[in-house]
């Protein structure tokens, strides 16, 4: 059972006594340091309406959808029919509606993402969890951290995060955000949707960025990877990651559609290759490249979120 659906609503998880009996029942089949690895997805999906669901598209083992960007994250990432590969969690949450309605929504699912993790521990007493998650999705990261106990959390991957520095810095500062680890997956082809977020749909602060701009220097749990820096690539084929290298200019899914990202997830997540393994062999963090064709965004001016197709 190496793939189970978990969902948030607005009022929290939604009660799936199915669901919760496929939980228990993977959890207590799980051998000794077998992985739990939760996916979160981002904007426009919808567990509740059949055509936006993540469960048939990304977070599915084989998904519907016949979009370029439904790649499955279960299979990519080893999960398949064996339980002693670990077990995945697909969580789908409501990111339906305007960016504004999903950033705010993104927020209060935190707690509902908490829950999660504290059930899994409950049904599975010192598990650690580790968390993939793309846009929106790290926020609803991020913001479970306020509500989770020291060492709940071991890893989070935050692929193209739709946060700002200030809202993941108070969040950092909590006891399960001190000790867990994370990686921001960062590069110069989500400028844009970087820009926007600070400018368009966060709250603005003067001098805050998003953290796809600018992440953490001064904090050890933290590490950028810019995936547009040659340096870095080089490093990572070094390794025995061979990334690609970029192909356009705008792309906000660059982190789990670039081809060999999920190699470098998959080592990550199931502790063959520690983070800090990957700190020391990196290059010092290159300041975001900015494409020239991509200016700072001024009202008024239409978002790229508005298609009706999920991202």
């Not at 059930?119 to 999705?137: C, E, F, K, M, N």
Request: glycine share 8%; net charge positive; with cysteine.
């Amino acid at each position: 059972m190496p793939l189970v659906q978990i969902n948030a609503g607005p009022a929290g998880l939604v009660p799936d006594p199915d669901a919760e009996t496929r939980l228990r029942t993977a959890l207590h089949a799980l051998p000794k340091g077998a992985p739990v690895v939760i996916l979160i997805h981002g904007f426009k999906f919808s567990p509740s309406h059949p055509a936006r669901s993540p469960h048939r598209h990304i977070l599915a083992l084989d998904p519907a959808s016949g979009c370029r960007k439904a790649l499955s994250w279960p299979r990519a990432l080893g999960f398949g029919d064996d339980t002693a590969d670990g077990l995945c969690i697909a969580f789908g949450w409501e990111a339906s509606g305007s960016i504004w309605r999903a950033y705010g929504q993104a927020a209060r699912t935190g707690a509902a993402l908490a829950r999660l993790i504290a059930t899994i521990r409950h049904h599975s007493p010192g598990r650690q969890v580790d968390i993939l998650a793309h846009s929106l999705g790290a926020r609803v990261t991020l913001a479970a951290l306020p509500h989770l106990q020291a060492g709940a959390l071991r890893h989070a991957i935050l692929m193209a995060p739709a946060e700002t520095r200030s809202q993941a810095r108070a969040a950092l500062d909590t006891p399960a955000g001190r000790a867990a680890a994370f990686l921001t997956v960062a590069s110069g082809e989500n400028t844009l949707y970087d820009l926007l977020l600070e400018w368009l749909v966060a709250p603005h602060r003067p001098g805050d960025r998003s953290l796809g701009q600018a992440g953490f220097t001064d904090r050890a749990n933290w590490l950028t990877l810019r995936i547009d820096s040659t340096a870095t690539l080089q490093a990572l084929r070094d390794l025995g990651f061979p990334v690609a290298a970029p192909e356009r200019r705008i792309c906000h899914w660059s982190p789990y559609l670039r081809p060999g990202m999920f190699g470098l997830y998959t080592a990550l997540l199931r502790a063959d290759f520690p983070l800090e393994h990957l700190r020391m062999r990196l290059p010092d963090t290159p300041q975001p490249r900015r494409s020239r064709r991509v200016a700072r965004p001024r009202l008024p001016l239409p978002l790229p979120f508005a298609g009706k197709a999920p991202s």
